[in-house]
């Protein structure tokens, strides 16, 4: 049986292996070139009740082709926003209607801001006696990034806009004041 066995494995290993044409290389990763990209767009519809009223503020936020591109800090590129904000009556008819894009707010960001950031977004922060108070800002266009340019947009119960460089920050309380735990670690 032993003699059987050995001469069934040395007939199996006498046999040729047919060479295999199979080349095992990794497959070659072409760069896709990617086009400008374009920030989601945005609509919000918020009441607010100022001067006596109430009033819908209306913010509309898409990507503009014509205006110049923006980058990331990877440098891919992106297409700029711009923002249309309508604060709309009781009776349908419009109190204020503008669009906005980053040229607005050029003098009151850095240089590499108005060069390469994004329009990212006008959003409805309170009303204020005569005034509405808007948060805005300016920024890289990259959603997972947290560079941008804090600012401060008021409307004027007349129409008048105002804009301003945000320098507060958010930590205080309720009424806006900060504590001692606030400061701690600053």
Not at 4 to 33: N, Q, W, Y
Not at 156 to 180: E, F, K, N, P, Y
Request: with cysteine.
């Amino acid at each position: 049986m032993l003699v059987a066995g050995i001469a069934l494995t040395a007939t199996f290993s006498c046999e040729k292996k047919k060479p295999t044409t199979d080349i095992i290389a990794p497959k070659p990763v072409r760069e896709v070139k990617r086009g400008p990209q374009k920030m989601a767009d945005i609509n919000q519809d918020r009441s607010v009740d100022w001067v006596g009223n109430k009033y819908r503020v209306v913010v509309k936020r898409t990507a503009d082709t014509s205006l110049p591109m923006a980058k990331d800090e990877s440098n891919h590129q992106f297409y700029d926003n711009a923002i249309t904000l309508k604060i709309i009556r009781t009776d349908g008819s419009e109190f204020f209607n503008r669009t906005f894009t980053k040229a607005d707010f050029s003098q009151y960001i850095p240089e590499d801001y108005r060069a390469n950031g994004a329009l990212l977004g006008i959003v409805l922060d309170k009303a204020d006696g005569d005034y509405l108070r808007f948060a805005a800002s300016v920024g890289s266009p990259d959603v997972l990034s947290d560079q941008f340019i804090p600012l401060v947009m008021t409307i004027h119960r007349m129409g008048g806009v105002s804009i301003t460089r945000d320098t507060q920050l958010d930590t205080g309380g309720a009424d806006g004041s900060t504590t001692d735990e606030d400061e701690d670690g600053v």
